[in-house]
């Protein structure tokens, strides 16, 4: 237990979905981010919230939308996804600019 | 961003030491760091180093930084069944967008019986 939770662990969704992943941290941070892990690619950066303020969106496509509406939950708003946005997608949560704490994540498969 | 580099595979057998390796780019990392995933997990923060260090220690786990080299290594003393995991380096810095973790490809440990 890292003190991050996500929810669900497992989706599976059509293309013409919409769908929301759930981030809760209880360790006291001001800092969230999402990552998208496939496989045989490095950890993808996808947002950052500092103090629930989006820093960072690495270009990231419009049918991805994070929201971040206090500094103990982050979610991501999924719409019309492609089969290859099937991922694992994981939550961090970090005290500004320290260490990173994981989620254990959320096995994502698009139809 | 550019790559941090580790091998993919290393394979051991149980009660031996595991050395895992990782070359870093940001010489202005301030600090790196292993992360361990399991099968169907997330990410554990095993154990970093402060980049002004160049040795941490803590319980099995050994931690090299040579900074002139930007090469990092975990090793694990006493390998169980237990560590077969993916083994991920990552560097840490601060940027004009914040603070970012730029993250290898994880390196799949197997210990063998």
């Known amino acids: 237990e890292t003190g991050v939770t996500q929810t669900p662990r497992h989706l599976v969704m059509g293309m013409t979905n919409k769908k929301s992943l759930k981030c809760e941290q209880h360790l006291g941070h001001n800092a969230m981010y999402w990552y998208k892990q496939s496989a045989k690619k490095p950890l993808e950066l996808m947002f950052v919230?500092?103090?629930?303020?989006?820093?960072e969106n690495n270009s990231v496509p419009s049918r991805f939308s994070p929201e971040c509406p206090n500094s103990s939950h982050l979610f991501l708003h999924l719409h019309t996804l492609q089969p290859e946005d099937s991922a694992l997608y994981l939550c961090?949560?970090?005290?500004?600019?320290?260490?990173?704490?994981f989620g254990p994540g959320t096995r994502l498969t698009v139809l | 961003g550019e790559d941090v580099e580790q091998s993919l595979f290393l394979s051991v057998r149980e009660g031996d030491s595991s050395v895992i390796n990782c070359t870093y780019t940001?010489?202005?990392?301030?600090?790196l760091y292993w992360y361990k995933q399991e099968p169907g997990a997330g990410l554990q923060l095993l154990t970093y180093?402060?980049?002004?260090?160049d040795m941490k220690q803590d319980q099995r786990l050994t931690v090299l930084l040579n900074k002139k080299d930007k090469h990092l290594s975990l090793r694990i003393a006493d390998t169980q069944t237990g560590d077969s995991a993916i083994y991920f380096c990552a560097e840490g810095a601060n940027s004009n967008s914040g603070y970012a973790l730029n993250f290898g490809k994880g390196t799949s440990l197997l210990v063998t019986p």
């Open positions: 961090a949560s970090s005290r500004a600019s320290d260490t990173q704490y």
């Open positions: 919230y500092s103090l629930e303020e989006r820093v």
């Open positions: 940001d010489s202005s990392s301030t600090y």
């Open positions: 180093i402060f980049s002004n260090m």
